[in-house]
Structures are given as C-alpha cells and as structure tokens.
C-alpha cells in the first residue's frame, strides 16, 4: 500500500493590536531606529495587551487556517503546539487550545518546546505521524509571547529590541497524491551550545529548601552571544537547505521560494547570498513584526501564500536556526 504524504491545506496567524515602533524603544533604553534598522531590519513589533494571551492568539490562528480549509475542530485528529513560554507552567497550552477551539473528540494535544525552530520539529513530527498512519489531519500552532519577559534597560537591548509576539497555525493532511506536500524535513540540534542563548529562570531548582542565600533578582531575562548565534545561524541554515536539497535529488536553483525564520534580515540576506538564490524568491515579515520565534515561518508563509508568492507546484524550502541551538530545514511541494 502507498504510504500517504503531508500537504499543507492552509494556515492562518494572529498579530496583537499594539505596534510598537523602534522609536518607542527609544523611551526605554539607548538605542536607535537606524540602528535597529541596520542591524537587524526590523522597524516595529507587536505587543500584547490585557486579554491577548498565548491562548488567545493561538486560538485566533487556528480559527484562520481552519475557516481557510473550511473545516471545524472535530475535523483534527491532533493538535501539537510550540512556545517558548506558555500560559501556565502546566498543562500545556496544546490541551487548552483543544478546549478553546471546541474539540468535542479526546485527540491527542502535544506540547514541542524547540525554540525558533519549533514549527519545523513540529512538522517532523506530524509529517511522521501523517505517513505512519496514525493520523489524516494535523494542526499545527505557535504562539510566542515575548514581551513580557524583555530586559527594556539599556543592559537587555541587544536582545530585546529584536523579540516581537504573534502566534500562527498550519493546517497539514494526507495526501495519496505523490506530486505533493512534505518530500523531506531535517532537524538537528547542539546542546554544547545551549547557554548561547538562553533564560534561566524560573527554575525548579530555586527554592530555599535546596539553595542557601537564595538570589532571585536576576536570571529572568534572555541573554544571547549575538555574534557567535549570527555566525552559527548561518552556517546551519546554509547546510541544512543545501542537505535536504540535494538528498533528495533536487538542486538548489529547483527552490521556487524559500520561506526562513525571521531573527534578522542579515541573517537570511547572507543565507539567500551563500546558497546564490535570489532575493525576489523570499518573502519577509521581519519588519513589521520582529522575531516571533516559533511563529515566525508559519506566520511568513501564510502571507506569502495569500499574496500569491507561493502557489500550489511550488518547490518550497522552510528554514530555521535558534537557541538550543537548534535548527531545521523543511523541503516540500506546495
Ligand atoms: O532567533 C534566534 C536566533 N537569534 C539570532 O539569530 C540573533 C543573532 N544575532 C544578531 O542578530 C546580532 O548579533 C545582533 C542584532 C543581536 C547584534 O548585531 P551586531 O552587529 O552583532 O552588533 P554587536 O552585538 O557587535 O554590537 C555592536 C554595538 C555594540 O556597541 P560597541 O561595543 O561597538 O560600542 C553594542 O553595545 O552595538 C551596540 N548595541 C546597540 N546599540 C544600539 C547592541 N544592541 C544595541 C541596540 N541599540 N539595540
């Protein structure tokens, strides 16, 4: 019997209403927009208010990609969701999205934790259950609230001007269709390097019962070896299209569109300079809405989808590098 394959059916993302630009950065710490703009390309970002919750944002998101496929949340044989951070510390939100969305049947809810690339492990991981089997129809949901946790003192702005929130889903299902969806996804990751970047606290191991003199008043914020994180980024994300590319059979002038992480426009510039694919096969989202780390690819694409960039036959490479470190490359025909 022909083993089924993954498509993609539809996605969908949620942005929160506040946009704040570099130079309202500039009220809280030393920085500047022609900074900020040189150094990474982003111009603005969104931030969450009261009532926006990873929650809510990822629940926005699923309810897009359902609507655009025209189905319901009875449609889903499972849910697997990714944030760094998430509403509660347990359960995972992937069980209160099932709530949320009105899931009446007891599917399985699973919970990645894999950073900026998440929504590539998360594909690995359906993709696998889709052609096993095990399940027709998977959605896929990232939803990443950042800004809550953002060191705004001049000490934090290396990284804090770079994080914006914003959750969206991806809606995948089998298909017998040989001449579509996933043809291969490569995820790796270097633990060696995981205090590159990282957020330490709140841990479990904090408590005065197992620590003596106890000092909680730092730890909470992200700390990054930029250089040495850009440097990596683009070494992996080079390796891992060209691999996934050519263990396939294909070369990488057959890519129609690369869709990449968003952490920093010069990160991808370079990457789409290494691998000579030219600038008008991408699309970016960077600008108006940071690194919204999971989200990023999901969210990237279902613009590019609905803008007409990418189109149903299109040979399209997915690529990601982020703390862990991790990274990945999805290869697939829209
Ligand atoms: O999604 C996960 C993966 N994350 C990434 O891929 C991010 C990777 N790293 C980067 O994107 C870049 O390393 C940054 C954007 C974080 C920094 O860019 P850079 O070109 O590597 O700058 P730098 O860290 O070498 O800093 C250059 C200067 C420093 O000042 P001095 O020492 O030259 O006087 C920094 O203190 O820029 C200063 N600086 C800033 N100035 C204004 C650092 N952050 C800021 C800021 N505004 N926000």
Redesign the pocket.
């Known amino acids: 019997m022909q083993q089924p394959r993954t498509r993609i059916v539809s996605f969908g993302h949620y942005v929160p209403k506040k946009v704040v630009t570099n130079h309202d950065?500039e009220k809280y710490?030393?920085?500047?927009d022609q900074?900020?703009q040189q150094?990474?390309g982003i111009k603005e970002r969104r931030w969450v208010s009261e009532g926006e919750t990873t929650l809510q944002m990822a629940t926005e998101a699923a309810k897009e990609a359902l609507e655009k496929a025209n189905l319901t949340a009875d449609d889903i044989d499972a849910i697997v969701f990714g944030a760094l951070v998430t509403d509660y510390v347990f359960p995972g939100t992937g069980c209160l999205l099932q709530k949320s969305l009105g899931c009446k049947k007891p599917i399985p809810a699973l919970d990645l934790r894999n950073?900026?690339s998440g929504f590539l492990y998360a594909m690995s991981v359906s993709d696998a259950w889709i052609r096993a089997g095990f399940y027709k129809r998977v959605l896929i949901v990232a939803s990443e609230i950042q800004s809550t946790a953002l060191d705004l003192s001049t000490e934090g702005?290396?990284?804090?001007?770079?994080f914006g929130d914003g959750a969206a889903a991806c809606l995948v299902e089998a298909t017998n269709n040989p001449e579509e969806g996933v043809i291969d996804t490569l995820i790796a990751s270097q633990g060696e390097f995981a205090e590159k970047?990282f957020v330490h606290r709140p841990s479990p191991n904090d408590h005065p019962r197992l620590k003596e003199n106890l000092d909680l008043t730092d730890g909470f914020h992200a700390h990054?070896d930029?250089?040495f994180?850009?440097k990596n980024?683009i070494i992996r994300m080079c390796e891992a299209v060209t691999t996934v590319t050519k263990k396939n059979g294909f070369e990488l002038d057959d890519i129609d569109f690369v869709v990449a992480?968003q952490?920093?426009m010069?990160?991808n510039q370079a990457v789409l300079d290494h691998l000579k694919i030219p600038f008008e096969k991408t699309h970016h989202t960077i600008d108006r809405y940071g690194?919204t780390?999971n989200a990023?690819i999901p969210l990237t694409m279902n613009e590019a989808v609905d803008q007409g960039m990418i189109k149903r036959g299109d040979l399209v490479a997915l690529v990601a590098?982020?703390?862990g470190f991790t990274w990945g490359s999805t290869l697939l025909r829209f």
Do not use: P, Y
């Open positions: 950065l710490m030393e920085t500047s900074w900020i150094r990474s950073q900026c702005r290396d990284v804090s001007v770079l970047l990054m930029g250089k994180v850009f980024a992480h952490a920093n010069r990160i690194n780390t990023t590098f982020g703390s």
